[in-house]
């Protein structure tokens, strides 16, 4: 089934606009479901399923049958790789009458006029009010991304456009995705639909050279091959021998699935946020700090982040990466994160995401306060050739001493540390001035004593 009624769509949105606040006040309101819910509806892909042809007395039949379609189609490649990109709605609109119309030009009074052999062709299963579809939409979820029609009605039937159509008869499902991969994939059939609907795309094309097709890259693997739509030839080729776009009830083909996941990927932001948020984080003190990246991650967790500190690889798979500035050389530096979508389903196109911070180890604030809290207590003269000093303050790590004459010659070195009073001896020292000189990382305190 194919994709035939894009012109509707105009007709639908522009009867919205004209309408304004008439139709907004005779809106009749329904219950909507939701049956996935991934995430905020303006950061993800929305799938609404409306039925039509159901009584009230059948709106749990409908709530089944949408609970189960959905369930099904993220089941299933592509779309299983992406279910947290996705959110899937029910609108539960009742009908007078059940089931589809036999014939456009007899409507049966269902309430989105869906009918059978639309153009003749009797499989082909078109809900017919534009116009009442794009209000329900627009009153209960004007964020869709794609809209579905779930037929109460047991023949075999279902169309492509803006809203995916299907029956409830037994492949309503497959209907439903092969559907999807018309409408919101944008891929053509992979069996020949007529000549009119014949034109270069991702999954069919005129050309068969198979270094040049536009799926040249699976050529030779899965089954990916350059097959020509009717034999003997039409001229026109397509990628597999059985993709769902050809068959109902079989798997798409690799290039179906790169061209869902092209279409998915393009339209969800898959890294949304990180943390700190404000990329210039300027100085900071000596705790680790902690950066991060919040992504949107696939079933089979093909996103992949990649942490860099100064353009050098440091950390691979966590989206987290605690940078500690006590094992860095003080000075400027940049931390980034690439958060890379790998997944086999891509060949043509990568996806990839960086985000990079800056960020200073240099003194501090909260350092240079140390540096100015950093005290000496010594004796002002010392007895018995022994000195005892008590650095104090807030000093971090390691400090050092060193007793000097007034010439600057090195008496002695020491080490020392915050709030230990410090013996040192001084045996053979003539007596005059001297000074203890300490420094501890940036910070020096000088003080002078006395030998008698
Ligand atoms: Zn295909």
Not at 59 to 64: G, M, T, V
Not at 184 to 197: C, P, R, S, T
Request: with cysteine; aromatic share 10%.
């Amino acid at each position: 089934m194919k994709a035939m009624r894009h012109f509707f769509s105009w007709a639908g949105t522009l009867g919205v606009l004209l309408c304004g606040s008439v139709c907004a006040l005779q809106a009749q309101q329904f219950e909507v479901d939701t049956l996935h819910m991934s995430g905020d509806v303006y950061e993800r892909i929305n799938f609404v399923i409306m039925g039509d042809g159901y009584l009230d007395s059948q709106l749990e039949k409908f709530d089944q049958d949408a609970y189960r379609m959905q369930a099904r189609i993220l089941a299933e490649e592509p779309l299983k790789n992406y279910r947290d990109y996705v959110n899937v709605f029910a609108i539960r609109v009742p009908s007078e009458v059940e089931g589809a119309a036999d014939d456009p030009s007899m409507p049966i009074g269902n309430y989105f006029g869906s009918t059978y052999n639309y153009a003749g062709i009797q499989r082909l299963l078109v809900p017919l009010n534009d116009g009442v579809i794009m209000n329900v939409l627009s009153d209960h979820t004007p964020w869709f991304t794609q809209a579905f029609m779930l037929v109460n009605d047991t023949r075999y039937g279902g169309s492509g456009g803006w809203v995916a159509t299907s029956s409830t008869s037994i492949p309503a499902t497959e209907i439903a995705y092969h559907e999807i991969g018309h409408s919101f994939a944008g891929l053509n059939d992979e069996y020949w639909a007529g000549a009119q609907y014949a034109r270069e795309n991702v999954n069919m094309t005129a050309n068969n050279d198979p270094e040049s097709v536009p799926w040249w890259r699976w050529i030779g693997d899965q089954q990916i091959g350059v097959y020509e739509y009717e034999s003997p030839g039409n001229g026109w080729y397509r990628p597999a021998n059985g993709c769902k776009m050809q068959i109902l009830g079989a798997p798409f083909c690799a290039v179906c699935k790169e061209q869902f996941a092209n279409t998915i990927l393009s339209s969800v932001q898959f890294v949304p946020g990180w943390y700190p948020e404000k990329l210039s984080v300027g100085s900071i003190g000596e705790d680790p700090v902690e950066f991060g990246v919040h992504v949107l991650q696939t079933t089979s967790e093909s996103m992949h982040t990649t942490w860099y500190v100064n353009d050098e690889l440091v950390a691979q798979g966590d989206t987290m990466y605690s940078f500690n500035p006590l094992a860095t050389p003080i000075g400027d530096h940049s931390v980034s994160a690439t958060v890379q979508e790998t997944t086999e389903m891509l060949r043509n196109n990568t996806y990839s995401w960086s985000v990079t911070w800056f960020v200073s180890t240099t003194v501090t604030d909260v350092r240079e306060a140390q540096v100015q809290a950093l005290r000496l207590e010594l004796q002002e003269t010392v007895v018995d050739r022994e000195l005892v000093a008590t650095l104090h303050g807030d000093s971090r790590g390691k400090a050092r001493g060193v007793v000097v004459d007034l010439h600057g010659n090195v008496i002695c070195e020491v080490d020392m540390s915050v709030g230990t009073a410090q013996h040192i001896e001084l045996p053979s020292i003539a007596a005059g001035m001297y000074l203890l000189q300490v420094q501890s990382g940036q910070a020096r305190v000088t003080s002078k004593f006395m030998v008698r």
